[in-house]
């Protein structure tokens, strides 16, 4: 059985401001083909987890939206408009556990080449809000993930020295991410954690990297380069409550194998224990697992 889809369009004036949502059929082809999301990746998204019809860390997810916007230069997104798309497509999956939700915002139809040359002009900006049910994600949480170090092949002061490269920006350009995952599966593992060139531990292609060394829990810093993780962030305002203190700073890469246990956390797929790093085994916590999902399934907006 097909799981059920919904979709709005978001309405733009030609001045990149929105004005409105519609809900439309999404089965259905929307995109033009001469849009720059697909032809370029030239757009952002943001993804959420909606249990039972509600949106899960909204804001943290519409504050790393308009962020990642800025990055790339593309209008602000009017985010009164986004909410209430947001809330009338996840409004569809109020009986369903868990589902997901991506919003997406690209530059628009390019128009073709300036007479200078430079890069193809566009017209309004295109964006959507889409979700469908989430997959069966209880392995993943339980069980755990295997994972291989990857070197991304770019020194960790990125997002000083190169600006242009939009690294922790959310964007839709994501052929690197993909590629990493099919060399881990080629390896025998289920995902990655990306490292510097210089040596520090970074992200996964789609999660933020929590380590856990005695009663701290660690994560890498946005200054790295790396995308702000809105999940790391809400298991880290209640690290506390589970006795542990959070605390966000850089790691050698050899700490991972050493950790006395390790997360990738994400929105949809929340939180899952990494059981082994380049094939040598890694312990589960699997109590702190349970707790960390139990309160991820837990949030509200």
């Given at each position: 059985?097909?799981?059920?889809?919904?979709?709005?369009?978001?309405?733009?004036?030609?001045?990149?401001?929105?004005?409105?949502?519609?809900?439309?059929?999404?089965?259905?082809?929307?995109?033009?083909?001469?849009?720059?999301?697909?032809?370029?990746?030239?757009?952002?998204?943001?993804?959420?987890?909606?249990?039972?019809?509600?949106?899960?860390?909204?804001?943290?997810?519409?504050?790393?939206?308009?962020?990642?916007?800025?990055?790339?230069?593309?209008?602000?997104?009017?985010?009164?408009?986004?909410?209430?798309?947001?809330?009338?497509?996840?409004?569809?999956?109020?009986?369903?556990?868990?589902?997901?939700?991506?919003?997406?915002?690209?530059?628009?139809?390019?128009?073709?080449?300036?007479?200078?040359?430079?890069?193809?002009?566009?017209?309004?900006?295109?964006?959507?809000?889409?979700?469908?049910?989430?997959?069966?994600?209880?392995?993943?949480?339980?069980?755990?993930?295997?994972?291989?170090?990857?070197?991304?092949?770019?020194?960790?002061?990125?997002?000083?020295?190169?600006?242009?490269?939009?690294?922790?920006?959310?964007?839709?350009?994501?052929?690197?991410?993909?590629?990493?995952?099919?060399?881990?599966?080629?390896?025998?593992a289920d995902d990655v954690v990306f490292v510097s060139s210089d040596g520090l531990l970074l992200e996964g292609p789609t999660s933020t990297l929590i380590v856990r060394q005695g009663q701290r829990l660690i994560t890498p810093p946005p200054s790295l380069?790396?995308?702000?993780?809105?999940?790391?962030a809400d298991l880290f305002e209640a690290a506390p409550l589970w006795g542990l203190t959070p605390a966000i700073e850089p790691m050698r890469a050899s700490e991972l194998a050493s950790a006395d246990a390790a997360w990738l956390v994400s929105s949809v797929?929340?939180?899952?224990?990494?059981?082994?790093?380049?094939?040598?085994?890694?312990?589960?916590?699997?109590?702190?697992?349970?707790?960390?999902?139990?309160?991820?399934?837990?949030?509200?907006?």
């Amino acid at each position: 059985m097909t799981a059920p889809e919904h979709l709005a369009l978001i309405t733009h004036r030609p001045d990149g401001v929105a004005v409105g949502f519609q809900q439309v059929d999404a089965t259905r082809p929307h995109i033009s083909v001469l849009d720059a999301g697909p032809v370029r990746g030239d757009g952002i998204f943001e993804t959420f987890s909606v249990a039972n019809g509600n949106p899960q860390a909204l804001e943290r997810h519409l504050e790393r939206f308009v962020a990642s916007a800025r990055a790339l230069d593309l209008p602000e997104p009017s985010l009164a408009v986004w909410r209430d798309a947001i809330f009338a497509v996840s409004a569809h999956f109020a009986d369903v556990d868990e589902a997901w939700l991506k919003t997406a915002l690209t530059r628009g139809v390019e128009a073709g080449p300036s007479a200078s040359g430079s890069a193809p002009e566009g017209t309004a900006p295109t964006g959507w809000v889409y979700a469908t049910e989430s997959p069966d994600f209880t392995a993943a949480r339980t069980v755990g993930v295997r994972v291989v170090a990857l070197d991304r092949g770019l020194r960790s002061d990125i997002a000083q020295s190169s600006p242009w490269l939009l690294a922790g920006a959310k964007t839709l350009s994501y052929a690197v991410n993909r590629a990493a995952q099919r060399e881990a599966a080629r390896r025998g593992a289920d995902d990655v954690v990306f490292v510097s060139s210089d040596g520090l531990l970074l992200e996964g292609p789609t999660s933020t990297l929590i380590v856990r060394q005695g009663q701290r829990l660690i994560t890498p810093p946005p200054s790295l380069g790396i995308l702000a993780g809105t999940t790391q962030a809400d298991l880290f305002e209640a690290a506390p409550l589970w006795g542990l203190t959070p605390a966000i700073e850089p790691m050698r890469a050899s700490e991972l194998a050493s950790a006395d246990a390790a997360w990738l956390v994400s929105s949809v797929r929340h939180a899952a224990p990494i059981r082994a790093v380049d094939g040598a085994p890694l312990t589960v916590d699997a109590e702190l697992s349970e707790r960390m999902n139990a309160f991820l399934r837990g949030r509200r907006a």
